[in-house]
């Protein structure tokens, strides 16, 4: 499975395509160690011996076995451990709802912030933007997010966004800004500084000095996501 998945990475594959291990008879021990070892990320799910495409793109490698597919598609499914942006929408009792762009709303307990307490509540209110982190996150419960990390500190989540600006890219956009050593973010940091806050969700929070450097920032991260390198730095 390991040299099927390896031989169609940059391929375009769409769902219903399949790999099986039943064809790699030949292999050497060390390549078979590999096939049982390969890693699935988004867009592909085992079935048995077999491993199937359930979302169209290009397929990606990763060393030493990690496989996915990166597609441009705007529909989140939340999964544990990521960091979404969210807005505040209810308040109600001990408990926040919060938008994130899913099908349904996620709550937001009022301890599930740093230093929070029963007397010490935090402030929060309807229509602050969060930036939280999935505890809870299948097809049969409520998504329930957190605004701490496993230590109990806030480590950069929480409550922000006063006087930056909210927009949505797609899912592709926001794996290649969350990259180590992301070309697109050191591009943009050459014009000036800005603040930038990514969530997973496809939700991108920017602040720069002032409303005008805010919007071209904004237009630049959205217009530069189906440029190549040489397109991108004469525009920059």
């Given amino acids: 499975m390991y040299l099927c998945l390896k031989q169609r990475v940059g391929d375009v594959l769409l769902p219903g395509d399949e790999f099986s ?27 048995g011996a077999r491993l199937l495409v359930c979302k169209s793109g290009v397929l990606r490698h990763k060393q030493p076995n990690m ?16 960091s979404v942006i ?14 994130f762009g899913g099908s349904e709303q996620a709550s937001l307990s009022y301890l ?23 505890t809870v996150a299948n097809k049969d419960m409520e998504p329930e997010l957190v605004c701490i990390d496993s230590s109990g500190r806030a480590n950069g989540l929480g409550v922000f966004g006063a006087g930056g600006l909210l927009f949505r890219v797609s899912l592709g956009l926001v794996r290649r800004l969350l990259a180590p050593h992301s070309d697109v973010v050191q591009d943009l940091e050459r014009l000036f ?4 806050v990514v969530g997973m969700n496809g939700r991108l929070w920017v602040k720069a000095a002032s409303v ?13 996501e189906n440029m190549t390198v040489q397109q991108r730095q004469v525009l920059l």
Avoid at 67 to 82: A, C, H, L, M, N
Avoid at 118 to 126: A, E, G, H
């Fill in 21 to 47: 291990s039943a064809a790699e008879e030949t292999i050497s021990l060390t390549e078979a160690a590999k096939a049982d070892k390969v890693v699935c990320g988004p867009g592909l799910r085992r079935s």
């Fill in 67 to 82: 496989f996915w597919i990166d597609s441009q598609q705007r529909r989140y499914v939340p999964t544990k451990g990521e």
């Fill in 86 to 99: 969210g807005v505040v929408t209810v308040k109600s009792g001990d408990i926040f709802k919060v938008d």
């Fill in 112 to 134: 599930a912030f740093e230093g929070a307490t029963k007397r010490n509540r935090p402030n929060v209110q309807v229509g602050d933007l969060v930036f939280g982190q999935f």
């Fill in 193 to 196: 500084p800005f603040e930038l």
């Fill in 212 to 224: 005008q450097q805010t919007l071209i920032v904004a237009n630049l991260l959205e217009t530069c």
